[in-house]
Nanobody, 115 residues
Framework: QVQLVESGGGLVQAGGSLRLSCAAS????????MAWYRQSPGKQRELVAA???????NYADSVKGRFLISRDNAKNTVYLQMNSLKPEDTAVYYC?????????WGQGTPVTVSS
């Protein structure tokens, strides 16, 4: 059974930082591309950042230079370090594990940035 369990969300003031974690089980972690998505009320879910098993990364333009995605294959965990947070970063953040023909999602962790 595949499980992706996010943690680290919460309430933070604008300009602050949070680190999200996603612990995976039930998959061969290092062959999956891991990603963080987010969804705000009334908006579509959007890709925030992704990291391949080999460590290549890509980011949404809106978070470049502020967010950093990383992974620890020994711990089956992916992280999202979020700095200089803005109110528009407020959303539910979802962890995703992807490979060909397979996609798994976590339950989401809410992030609220107050102005």
């Amino acid at each position: 059974q595949v499980q992706l369990v996010e943690s680290g969300g919460g309430l933070v003031q604008a300009g602050g930082s949070l680190r999200l974690s996603c612990a995976a089980s039930g998959i061969i972690f290092n062959v999956y591309t891991m990603a963080w998505y987010r969804q705000s009320p009334g908006k579509q879910r959007e890709l925030v950042a992704a990291i391949t098993g080999g460590g290549s990364t890509n980011y949404a333009d809106s978070v470049k230079g502020r967010f950093l995605i990383s992974r620890d294959n020994a711990k089956n965990t992916v992280y999202l370090q979020m700095n200089s947070l803005k109110p528009e970063d407020t959303a539910v953040y979802y962890c995703n594990a992807h490979m060909v023909l397979r996609d798994y999602w976590g339950q989401g962790t809410p992030v609220t940035v107050s102005s």
